[in-house]
């Protein structure tokens, strides 16, 4: 399983960006796939999940509302929206994939064995 993650950026608070994680190496309809991010010196923060066996997402309290999975077609990676992003966005943000069906336990790091590399997101006030 490989992911890359693009879609890296610096906006002003209030902007949006789109974030893609390009995967190959694995069965679509098996796998969640989720975004974690992280900032210096802090634990890795699960931010949302999106499960490919039946399109159903997941978001943390501090993204809801704010960030959301989109799809262009059936069976495609999905883009991850952020808008009305804050300097608290600020973080390098990684895709992961994992076989687990409908995200379940799917907030954790350790549930996860594939990493991109990871992609930064600034926002500035």
Same mark, same amino acid.
């Given at each position: *399983?490989?992911? $890359?993650?693009?879609?890296? @950026?610096? *906006?002003? !608070? @209030? ?5 893609? /994680? ?10 969640? %796939? ?12 699960? *931010?949302?999940?999106? &499960?490919? &066996? =039946? ?6 309290? &501090? $993204?809801?509302?704010? #960030?959301? #999975?989109?799809?262009? @077609? $059936?069976?495609?990676?999905? %883009?991850?929206?952020? &808008?009305? %992003?804050?300097?608290?966005?600020? !973080?390098?943000?990684? /895709?992961?994939?994992?076989? %687990? ?11 996860? =064995? ?6 930064? $997101?600034?926002?500035?006030?």
């Amino acid at each position: *399983v490989t992911l $890359v993650e693009s879609g890296r @950026g610096t *906006v002003q !608070a @209030g902007g949006s960006l789109i974030l893609s /994680c390009h995967g190959s190496g694995f069965h679509y309809g098996s796998y969640s %796939l989720a975004w974690f991010r992280q900032i210096p010196e802090k634990e890795r923060e699960w *931010v949302a999940c999106f &499960s490919t &066996s =039946n399109q159903r997402t997941y978001y943390s309290p &501090s $993204v809801k509302g704010r #960030f959301a #999975f989109s799809q262009d @077609g $059936v069976q495609t990676m999905p %883009l991850f929206q952020m &808008s009305d %992003l804050g300097p608290e966005d600020t !973080a390098m943000y990684h /895709c992961a994939a994992e076989r %687990l069906r409908g995200c379940i336990g799917g907030s954790h790091p350790g549930a996860y =064995n594939h990493w991109g590399r990871g992609t930064q $997101v600034t926002v500035s006030s």
